[in-house]
């Protein structure tokens, strides 16, 4: 049997387009900071028994076996550490690795160090290198750009559901103005030092009139390229005890996977995947996965809803924290969650379902289109934000109160690579 | 002699050149193939599944595959017009990509579609594939353009 895991501390960087004042092994250093000393906890450094390190790409920097020097950074040697690497889904592989570490005795106290820094190559260089993780035998000559591989989802997802660009929009909207609640929101000037200049609250207006980067999607549908980093400290349930009044559970982890050129993807009909609360005639006729749908999401969350119980995700869940790379992305992922039927997914954010102030909010945070996506921190971010949601110290740490949601009692954070290559879905409750 | 960028933080200019010798294995074939004008796909028998990219193996039972020709024929299945990229296609934007569902092929291809009238292009047009008489030896030796 499995041990019992909890997330005991988080912490995070201010995220930023390029924070050229730090290193990013100081960097990590900032969030690593944060989580052992600003949360209400009883550990010190030496108590940790080990580290997952979560970073996506070895080109950003030009350096390899960059964890060694995280490790050695940050004082952990000659402890166990491992890196991990799993294109978007980095940061959420990661969590789920400390979580099997823990749960498995291997580890008592792990911590898990995320962390990106993208700016010191051009921004057209730095999509490349994001392309590379496209297959580059066959997709990435053709043009590789992923605006452009996600638009083709898009536009099929709009083909097959008539899902529009104002839906899409409206996610924007959602994402980007809950950032402005959130002090380490790249997009928040107002309250994070290194801060955008021309980030701020957005209209519907201002997203459908910003220019196409890759039609449907233009420049306010598409997330942000960041420099920053995120730590997550996980303990098993004899020593979270110890350390915390409020840990916070891991209850149930599911992993997907898909094949790396989207267009290989089957089209099976009525080959969706159910989750419990689904009816198979729902999807009698729908073509599966095709390009439209993620179907590593969906398996990523069938496994965790199995493990944690849930039947009826959007009853269940007070939260999600989900990758929403792209607007059109947050939609689809929505109907891969089984928070709505497939199709549904442009009508649940247009119903207000997924606001700060509806009944299931998604990326109270503000997400990757609002806060950050530094990559490798990306899915460890989830998991420090879902943490002080889930203990009632989000407003605290945000310096605001507004993205508290109030109650909060279980949440989902959700990872994804690719076009969907990789995906995690994890459960964690108070 | 090192660039400085910036001097506070201390940011140095730190260039970085590769040439990979890449081999193409046993889908070398669908490359030569296209010099004789031919497009190819593979299939397994077994699975009765036609692959284009090729597979060598087939992914569903890992029996090897054998080469097909295909018409090159189909319709669209999704398209987008590019007006950003990564840095090495700059220079071609702005550019059409599509999926293309093509006779015979189990698989969504995905490729630039070259057309004078972008306004006109929309899901299930009927396209022809083109393969480059100068050819670069990548996937960009082919292409869509309207089948009228
Ligand atoms: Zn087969």
Redesign the interface.
């Known amino acids: 049997m499995p041990r019992k895991v909890a997330v005991v501390a988080g912490g995070l960087s201010y995220f930023s387009k390029s924070r050229?004042?730090k290193t990013q092994e100081e960097l990590a250093a900032e969030a690593a900071r944060m989580a052992l000393f600003d949360n209400d906890i009883n550990l010190s450094k030496d108590e940790i028994d080990g580290t997952i390190v979560s970073y996506f790409s070895d080109h950003f920097e030009?350096q390899l076996l960059f964890g060694s020097i995280i490790q050695d950074y940050l004082g952990f040697n000659p402890k166990p550490s491992v890196r991990i690497e799993g294109g978007g889904a980095t940061g959420g592989l990661a969590v789920r690795d400390a979580y099997a570490h823990v749960a498995s005795g291997l580890l008592d106290v792990a911590m898990v160090i995320g962390f990106e820094k993208m700016s010191e190559v051009?921004t057209?260089?730095g999509?490349?290198f994001?392309?590379l993780a496209s297959?580059t035998?066959?997709?990435f000559?053709?043009?590789?750009?992923y605006?452009?591989?996600y638009?083709?989802?898009a536009?099929?997802h709009m083909?097959e559901f008539g899902t529009t660009e104002e839906q899409m929009a409206m996610v924007a909207v959602k994402n980007r103005n809950n950032a402005q609640h959130n002090k380490f929101a790249q997009t928040n000037p107002k309250m994070n030092p290194y801060g955008m200049k021309d980030g701020g609250k957005i209209t519907m207006d201002d997203v459908l009139k910003s220019?196409?980067?890759?039609?449907?999607?233009k420049r306010l549908d598409i997330c942000l390229m960041s420099d920053g980093a995120a730590v997550l400290i996980l303990a098993s349930e004899e020593k979270a005890k110890k350390i915390t009044d409020t840990p916070i559970w891991i209850t149930g982890t599911g992993a997907g996977t898909d094949a790396m050129?989207?267009?290989?993807r089957p089209r099976t009909v009525a080959g969706v995947p159910m989750l419990p609360h689904e009816k198979k005639e729902w999807y009698r006729k729908l073509e599966y996965p095709g390009?439209h749908s993620f179907r590593a999401g969906r398996e990523s969350a069938r496994q965790a809803y199995n493990m944690a119980g849930i039947t009826n995700p959007l009853k269940q869940l007070d939260l999600i924290e989900l990758h929403d790379a792209y607007t059109s992305s947050e939609i689809q992922t929505y109907e891969d969650l089984g928070l709505t039927k497939y199709g549904q997914g442009g009508k649940l954010i247009e119903e207000g379902i997924t606001a700060l102030d509806g009944d299931l909010p998604v990326n109270p945070s503000g997400g990757l289109i609002g806060t950050m996506h530094a990559v490798g921190a990306t899915g460890v971010m989830q998991g420090v934000e879902m943490f002080w949601q889930l203990q009632g110290v989000a407003g605290k740490f945000h310096g605001s109160d507004k993205t508290q949601i109030k109650n909060a009692e279980r949440g989902l954070i959700h990872s994804h690579a690719g076009t969907g290559t990789y995906v995690t879905a994890t459960i964690m409750e108070r | 002699m090192t660039e400085v960028y910036?001097i506070d933080?201390l940011?140095i200019n730190?260039p970085?050149e590769i040439t990979y010798k890449h081999s193409?294995g046993k889908?070398t074939k669908f490359f030569t193939s296209l010099s004789s004008g031919k497009l190819t796909a593979t299939r397994c028998d077994h699975c009765k599944k036609t692959?284009l990219?090729p597979r060598s193996d087939c992914p569903y039972c890992l029996a090897e595959t054998r080469w097909v020709e295909i018409s090159g024929k189909g319709t669209i299945?999704?398209?987008?017009?590019?007006?950003?990229?990564?840095?090495?296609?700059?220079k071609?934007l702005p550019?059409q990509?599509?999926?293309v569902d093509l006779e015979g092929v189990d698989?969504?291809?995905?490729?630039?579609l070259k057309t004078k009238d972008m306004k006109k292009v929309k899901?299930g047009m009927k396209i022809k594939m083109k393969i480059s008489r100068e050819p670069e030896w990548?996937?960009?030796d082919v292409w869509a353009e309207p089948d009228e």
């Open positions: 050229r004042d030009n051009n057209a260089k999509n490349e994001i392309a297959d035998d066959w997709d000559p053709i043009g590789g750009f605006s452009g591989y638009a083709l989802m536009r099929r083909e220019p196409y980067v890759a039609f449907p999607l050129r989207a267009g290989d390009v | 910036s933080p940011i730190t970085y193409y889908t692959f990219p299945h999704t398209f987008s017009t590019l007006y950003f990229s990564g840095e090495r296609f700059l071609d550019f990509l599509v999926y698989t969504l291809f995905l490729t630039r899901v990548r996937s960009s």
